[in-house]
């Protein structure tokens, strides 16, 4: 049985340590009671806190010794995450216009690599996007942008890029495909630094309130 504890105290858990899930859904419920998140986890002196992003761990807890959590306000953990995707956008920028440089010139490997780390990046800044809905829940038609559209139809337009970029793809046209990168999706992501900032007055607002 491993020592556990939570923010330097003993955590008591009876639950199944063979499996990370029990243990992690009970820190969250103790620590969400204080409107509090995981920020770290390590396990006896190893940094795991990848697992609750899905990695995995070659060891259950009942084959370590001291377990440690350390947690954050949840506020400052999203507006950690906040900070971060707003620096990586013009980094994802560059990556998008690279694959519709490559489309443009046939580079086929090129091409595939850059696609395939734009939709990542994309993939990205939706996780955080729908990790911050879950914690504030809040309405994707009330939330207004600068350019007076609401966050709602900016992932209504995402969607109806991605069907449009598809399409393409599916019929090899790398032009058009090239042309709705460069037109339609870097604007859009572009975008998403302002659905961010609005993420953060609701945050503000949250954190007034609490």
């Known amino acids: 049985m491993p020592e556990i504890y939570l923010d330097g105290e003993p955590f008591q858990f009876n639950g199944n340590l063979e499996k990370?899930?029990?243990?992690?859904?009970?820190?969250?419920?103790e620590a969400g009671k204080h409107l509090r998140g995981i920020a770290k986890i390590t396990a006896d002196?190893?940094?795991i806190t990848s697992i609750i992003s899905g990695t995995q761990f070659d060891k259950t807890p009942d084959k370590?010794?001291?377990?440690?959590?350390?947690?954050?306000?949840?506020?400052?953990?999203?507006?950690?995450?906040i900070?971060?995707?707003?620096?990586?956008?013009?980094?994802?920028?560059?990556?998008?216009?690279g694959a519709a440089e490559f489309l443009r010139t046939g580079e086929t490997e090129k091409k595939n690599q850059a696609i395939n780390g734009g939709l990542e990046g994309i993939k990205l800044i939706i996780t955080l996007?729908?990790?911050l809905h879950n914690l504030y829940k809040f309405d994707l038609n009330k939330l207004t942008l600068s350019?007076?559209?609401?966050?709602?139809?900016?992932f209504q337009n995402l969607n109806k890029i991605f069907e449009t970029f598809n399409n393409a793809q599916q019929r090899r046209d790398d032009v058009e495909a090239a042309d709705i990168i460069e037109y339609e999706l870097i604007p859009l992501i572009e975008?998403?630094?302002?659905?961010?900032?609005?993420?953060?007055?609701?945050?503000e607002e949250n954190k007034s309130v609490n």
Request: proline share 1%.
């Open 129 to 131: 996007f729908i990790n």
């Open 191 to 203: 975008s998403f630094s302002d659905v961010f900032e609005q993420i953060r007055k609701v945050i």
């Open 83 to 97: 900070d971060n995707v707003k620096k990586f956008i013009p980094d994802l920028i560059k990556i998008l216009n």
């Open 64 to 81: 370590i010794s001291k377990i440690e959590i350390t947690t954050r306000k949840i506020s400052e953990i999203a507006e950690s995450g």
């Open 20 to 29: 990370w899930d029990e243990l992690l859904q009970a820190i969250y419920a």
């Open 147 to 154: 350019d007076g559209t609401t966050v709602a139809e900016k």
């Open 45 to 47: 002196g190893e940094d």
